[in-house]
């Protein structure tokens, strides 16, 4: 789901009260919980139908107590739910993750490889990385075998493409072309 403007003001501000209170990790994990619980398909039916609103905040409480939710992200949910926001929750958690990561100085990476990379090629790769976007680099690693051999990385809205597949096209181009 992409986030729209009203889960980012949300996130903005759910972010700054926990920021505000030192309590990133905890509502971190809770939110995490608490929005794949929401997004269940039963559960999710209950929030979207003409529920009384009582009903409806007494659901959640349940739902932020069983998430261990520290009370700030309890009163926030209270707040989603009066203001019909609650549909809003998975992507609130993904701005708010995002904000989260940049408070600490961390990166996203989706690497792309051939084969299963080892452990110490993996840290080579984010340590590099790590240096290119002065960031610690987390990555989330897929298998793809059409790259043949190598690595597609990208990182921070751009593309490093070291795969052979893709050296193969271009050099099919140039042969084609005559370049």
């Known amino acids: 789901m992409k986030p729209d403007a009203i889960a980012r003001r949300y996130a903005r501000a759910l972010f700054s009260l926990t920021k505000a209170q030192g309590a990133f ?11 794949d619980t929401i997004a269940e398909p039963h559960v999710m039916r209950v929030f979207t139908s003409p529920v ?5 905040r007494a659901l959640v409480a349940t739902i932020a107590e069983a998430a261990n939710a520290p009370a700030t992200l309890h009163d926030f949910l209270l707040l989603l739910v009066d203001h019909d926001r609650l549909s809003h929750v998975d992507a609130i958690r993904i701005v708010f993750n995002a904000l989260l990561d940049e408070e600490r100085g961390i990166t996203r990476a989706l690497i792309r490889s051939a084969a299963v990379l080892s452990a ?6 984010t340590r ?8 610690i680099v987390k990555a989330e690693v897929s298998v793809v075998p059409e790259l043949i051999a190598g690595v597609i990385v990208e990182v921070d809205g751009k593309v490093y493409d070291g795969s052979l597949r893709t050296e193969l096209d271009k050099l099919q181009q140039q042969m084609s072309t005559g370049s």
């Open 25 to 35: 990790d905890a509502v971190d994990v809770a939110l995490g919980t608490i929005a």
């Open 52 to 56: 009384r609103r009582d009903r409806k």
């Open 120 to 125: 110490d090629i993996l840290e080579q790769i």
């Open 128 to 135: 590099e990385f790590g240096v290119i976007t002065g960031r």
